[in-house]
């Protein structure tokens, strides 16, 4: 560590003190991007790292909401709107109830840098609530969706800050607030992304996180000359992002034999094809029904009740849940029973030590800010559709994320080999090269801007 790095990392530490995933996401981005740093002055002159560690508008407000009984709930809801140097501020929403403003600090700060690299025109941020949807009737999600906009409402806009989903926020939940919005502002307008396709939405949109993870694995294999095809791979999580990056796995060839959920992880070694996988979303997104239940479906299959699938042998991994779900002994037993890839689908998956281990056994290892980028550059495609006021087809969508997946695995492994010394002819560190090339961008953009 440089002094400058030090002393803005131990002033980050005492005024974040009691946020150690915000923490965690700044000392990983700030210790790789020192080459950068030692180079170009210009940063450390104009006080970058303390202006990007600092979100530009923190947004906390009550969330009133009644259940289906008439009783009143209060809950909280956040806007974290981290920078806006090169776009509109734009990230998604989470409903959890372990949401609190350090999580969504980290989950925008990782933004700020994911959203550089897609190539598209957006800035940073992240939202969300403490609400829990899960087993909340239809009625009671609308109302409190509905509650979170009226005060959500006055703070977005489609050239100001665009948000869309994120755990426990899907289709449901989008057309709920998009509907207050425009209820509210009188206007209909590509404020949301994640939209419904018949009023305003995306095709490929709801595919484009685990598909773009998956071109990013493809992209790194190919720098060993392989393939998916064949590989044995473990997923985690059965929302969202792991139901299609599954289906893409498939597609390829690849056998997926693990998904999961918060409560525990099913194993099934002769394959979630695509007629499970089916079976999987329905289970997920109609009957809102738990993983558990695979096991029970499909025989051959085992569940492993408060388990995660790191200790499943696989050719590849893909975490798909949640934050810091591989720590540094599942990232050595990965190592060890022969893993040569992980792609993160979720953001930030892995913790610090597990990064360290993926990068001393020297796999291929696709950080979240790349790999999941996929999600929210088809927001962004999203976004221009709705600007022009038309729809480009599925194949088009689709092959724009392509390359702009290929893009960005073609930006970290450049900026890798120019800054990180740790890179040979076989091994990339996409840690290093995807927060340079993230950083850069928008660090430049600061500067030309002004101290704003
Ligand atoms: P969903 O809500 O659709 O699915 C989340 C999945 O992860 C569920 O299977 C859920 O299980 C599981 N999960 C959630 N929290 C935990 C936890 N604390 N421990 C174990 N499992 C958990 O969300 P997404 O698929 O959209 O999001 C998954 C990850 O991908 C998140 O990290 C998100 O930030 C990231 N991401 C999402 C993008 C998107 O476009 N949606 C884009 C880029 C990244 P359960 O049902 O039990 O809660
Ligand atoms: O973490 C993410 O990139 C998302 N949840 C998607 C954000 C978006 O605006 O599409």
Known sequence: MTEYTTRVLDAVRSKNAHEPEFLQ????????????????????????????????????FRVPWTDDTGRIHINRGFRVEFNSAIGPYKGGLRFHPSVNLGILKFLGFEQVFKNSLTTLAMGGGKGGSDFDPKGKSDAEVMRFCQSFMTELQRHIG????????????????????????????????????????????????????????????????????????????TVSGSGNVAQYL?????ELGAKVVT????????????????EKLAWVMELKNVRRGRIKEYAAKFSGSKYMEGQRPWSIPCDCAFPCATQNEINGAD??????????????????????????????????????????????????????????????TREQVDAKLFDIMKNIHQNAYEHAREYSKDCTAEFTNYVAGANIAGFVKVADAMIDQGLV
């Open 259 to 274: 998904m999961s959920d918060s409560n525990g992880t099913i194993y099934d070694p002769a394959g979630i094809d695509a």
């Open 25 to 60: 996401a700044v000392q990983e981005v700030i210790s790789t991007i020192e080459p950068v740093l030692s180079a170009e002055k210009k940063y450390e002159e104009n006080c970058i790292l303390e202006r990007i560690t600092e979100p530009e508008r923190t947004i906390i």
């Open 158 to 233: 489609a050239d100001t800050d665009v948000p869309a989903g994120d755990i426990g926020v899907g289709g449901r939940e989008i057309g709920y607030l998009f509907g207050q919005y425009k209820r509210l502002r009188n206007e209909f307008t590509g404020v949301l992304t994640g939209k419904a396709l018949n009023w305003g939405g995306s095709l490929i949109r709801p595919e484009a996180t685990g598909y773009g993870c998956v071109y990013f694995a493809q992209n790194m294999l190919a720098t060993r000359n392989d393939d998916v095809s064949g590989k044995v791979c």
């Open 246 to 250: 599954v289906e893409k796995l498939n």
């Open 331 to 392: 990232a050595a037993t990965l190592v060890k029973n022969g893993c040569k890839l992980v792609a993160e689908g979720a953001n930030m998956p892995t913790d610090l030590d597990g990064i360290n281990v993926y990068l001393d056994s020297k796999i291929l290892y696709g950080p979240a800010k790349a790999a999941n980028a996929g999600g929210v550059a088809v927001s962004g495609l999203e976004m221009a559709q709705n600007s022009q006021r038309l729809n480009w």
